[in-house]
């Protein structure tokens, strides 16, 4: 079951590599006002997962740059999410600040970043 997982993982990848969508062109201003958005936020990760290469492509296009933590690689980042999360599940979107908000669901953080961001583009 594991050497499936890992042939799929390692497909995922490639194909995510070879299709790799480009970011929309904007302007440095707005790339700076994102920047500023995210600077508290941090996405915890497994790299060959669907849910999170999703997600990944979404902020690629979007000229978002997150900090992302691998919680597979990673026993000290699971144990983060476990504790401030609830639940070792991918991709989880971590909101700091004054309150900390922890955000599952591809779909959930995608729809956030969209109005977030004021982006106005579900893709
Ligand atoms: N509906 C969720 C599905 C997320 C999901 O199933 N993630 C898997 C990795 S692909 C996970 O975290 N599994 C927990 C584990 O493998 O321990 C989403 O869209 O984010």
Redesign the pocket.
């Known amino acids: 079951m594991n050497i499936i997982r890992f042939v799929l993982g390692r497909i995922i990848l490639f194909l995510d590599w070879m299709t790799s969508p480009k970011p929309i062109p904007i302007s440095r201003e707005r790339i700076e006002f994102i920047q500023e958005k995210v600077k508290d936020m941090e996405i915890y990760e ?1 790299k060959a ?4 290469v999703k997600v990944r492509r979404f902020m690629k296009k979007n000229n978002i740059s997150i900090k992302t933590k691998d919680a597979r690689r990673n026993q000290d980042f699971a144990n983060e999410l476990i504790k401030g999360g609830g639940k ?4 989880c979107l971590k909101i700091g600040g004054d309150e900390i908000r922890w955000m ?4 959930d953080i995608i729809i956030f970043l969209n109005s977030y961001l004021e982006l106005n583009n579900g893709k």
């Open positions: 497994f997962c669907p849910f999170c070792l599940q991918v991709p599952y669901e591809s779909k």
